[in-house]
């Protein structure tokens, strides 16, 4: 028997380290990575709440997080290669301008 | 009392943090695509000690799978090399990791402190994929048509967004003398 709160820290950690990568990164590549991280913290405690109070419908909640994962991943990246062809650059801090 | 089910829950979760934290450190992003698989194989792992089969084979097919195989094409096809560090980002690392490190630390202790003494049993999800199944196309058939309408979108604003811009007029007779 594992206690709930374990879990809870497990994904808190997970998220703080997406975060943390979110702000420390300079790379959009490895930004879009670090949300994909939280995103993942956040699953584990979806399953982990389902499994303390029996209710299925967390695996559900997690695959629409899944989903949407997988939409925002294929846009998101779909976006880095634009502004790769137009700036020539993978780092944001140089992708500061609305119109080039 | 340490049971097989905690030492199972400390070892996957040792792998999630170290990923995380090496993912972080890396400097280059395929090193860090790398430590991300590793977190989400590891949290597959997690899955399957809390009995979410589904979730877990979702997990290793998708995240790990697609996602990740999406990423690790875009870091090649971009030719993505070591990150450089800038002033903005220096100021990120001093203010950035000790905030997160106080707000994990105050999270976890709140956690830890008032979560009462619920515990998670060894495969405690009720019910096979055969029964989530069966929740998607009744209970949540609204919201999943609509997922499918989601990926239909996400898929054609990607070959929008990531296809070569028609060249413009004026751009077409410089090209010509380039020839």
Request: hydrophobic share 60%; net charge neutral; glycine share 8%.
């Amino acid at each position: 028997m594992v206690p709930l709160s374990y879990y809870l820290v497990l994904s808190g950690i997970l998220f703080a380290c997406g975060v943390t990568g979110f702000l420390i990164k300079r790379n959009i590549i490895t930004i879009f990575m670090s949300i994909e991280l939280m995103l993942n913290g956040v699953n584990l405690s979806f399953v982990a709440f389902a499994a303390h109070w029996h209710v299925l419908a967390g695996q559900i909640f997690v695959f629409f997080v899944m989903v949407v994962a997988a939409a925002e991943a294929a846009v998101g990246l779909a976006i880095i290669i634009a502004v790769y062809r137009t700036r020539e650059t993978l780092n944001v801090d140089q992708v500061n301008l609305l119109k080039l | 009392m340490i049971s097989v089910h905690l030492i199972l829950f400390l070892a996957f979760g040792a792998v999630c943090v170290a990923g995380a934290v090496n993912l972080l450190v890396q400097r280059h992003p395929i090193n860090s695509a790398l430590s991300l698989i590793a977190v989400m194989a590891a949290l597959a792992g997690e899955y399957l000690l809390l009995g979410a089969e589904f979730v877990a084979a979702l997990q290793v097919i998708v995240y790990a799978g697609a996602i990740m195989v999406l990423f690790v094409f875009v870091i090649m096809l971009l030719n993505a090399g070591v990150e450089e560090r800038t002033q903005g980002s220096r100021v990120a690392i001093l203010f950035g990791i000790p905030g997160m490190l106080i707000g994990s630390v105050l999270v976890a202790w709140v956690v830890l402190r008032h979560s009462g003494t619920g515990e998670v049993a060894i495969g405690a999800l009720p019910g096979p994929p055969k029964t989530i199944g069966d929740m998607l196309f009744h209970e949540f058939l609204l919201p999943f048509e609509i997922t499918s309408i989601l990926i239909l979108v996400a898929i054609m604003g990607a070959v929008v967004l990531a296809s070569k811009p028609p060249s413009s007029p004026a751009e077409a007779p410089r090209q010509k003398v380039k020839d």
